[in-house]
């Protein structure tokens, strides 16, 4: 069992930047590739970002997020940079067993956070 909790989300003017926390529970882990998603009113869960237990990231989109954990601390970050109004949503972080594959179907995570609400005025 893994619990998850993000911190760091809150209002930002555009252009600006926001980083994201998301704290882990347990002690493995390291065997849990970790995920970022989000969710803006009306609109199906996206994937942003994901990163395996040994730190290989990926990206829906490369260039404004990036992604990266520090397995000491059992935490995931999100660090956004040039924010723009649609970036305005729920971020989640979420977890599933490191099978080395890099996924980014929500469907295949087993945990998640609450949700950090991001909000993005233009």
């Known amino acids: 069992q893994v619990q998850l909790v993000e911190s760091g989300g809150g209002l930002v003017q555009a252009g600006g930047s926001l980083r994201l926390s998301c704290a882990a529970s347990g002690r493995t882990f390291s065997s849990y590739a970790m995920g970022w998603f989000r969710q803006a009113p009306g609109k199906e869960r996206e994937f942003v970002a994901a990163?395996?237990?040994?730190?290989v990231s990926t990206y829906l989109t490369k260039g404004r997020f990036t992604i990266s954990r520090d397995n000491a601390e059992s935490t995931v970050y999100l660090q956004m940079n040039s924010l723009k109004p649609e970036d305005t949503a729920v971020y989640y972080c979420?977890?599933?067993?490191?099978?080395?594959?890099?996924?980014?179907?929500?469907?295949?995570?087993?945990?998640w956070g609450q949700g950090t609400q991001v909000t993005v005025s233009s």
């Open positions: 990163i395996s237990g040994s730190g």
């Open positions: 979420a977890a599933r067993y490191d099978d080395g594959l890099q996924r980014s179907d929500p469907r295949v995570y087993d945990y």
